[in-house]
């Protein structure tokens, strides 16, 4: 699976620090660059960042919708093989501000019949 954080999303911190997600250090500082979100967005250091975590494949919160619409299938098998609870549907739900069908959940193994 790929990692989307510095192509589709990133992180802003109230200091101004821009970073691709919670786990890498910053790539640039909207305040220290003259707030230019572009520049530090299209950097040597931004690019650098880049190529490091392009085999990352953590699947959090914050990076979970991103991951669910390019790598559904590969998402929820992840999901399945952590044994989440029937309490996932009301997670993803809650977290991605999207809807599951109930069809899709029970085929990536969220629910079993029987629970619902």
């Known amino acids: 699976m790929n990692c989307y954080a510095g192509q589709m999303e990133g992180v802003i911190y109230p200091n101004g620090d821009v970073a691709f997600c919670e786990f890498v250090k910053p790539v640039g500082n909207l305040r220290k660059q ?3 979100l572009k520049g530090i967005w299209r950097s040597e ?23 669910i619409q ?4 590969y998402v929820y098998q992840v999901l399945r093989k952590r044994s989440f609870t029937k309490n996932l549907k009301r997670f993803i739900d809650f977290f991605l501000d999207m809807a599951l069908t109930l069809k899709t959940y029970i085929r990536f193994g969220g629910l079993k019949k029987s629970e619902i």
């Open 34 to 36: 003259n707030y230019d």
């Open 45 to 67: 250091r931004a690019e650098k960042y880049r190529r490091l975590t392009k085999d990352c494949a953590c699947i959090h919160g914050c990076n979970l919708k991103s991951a």
């Open 70 to 73: 390019c790598e559904e299938e």
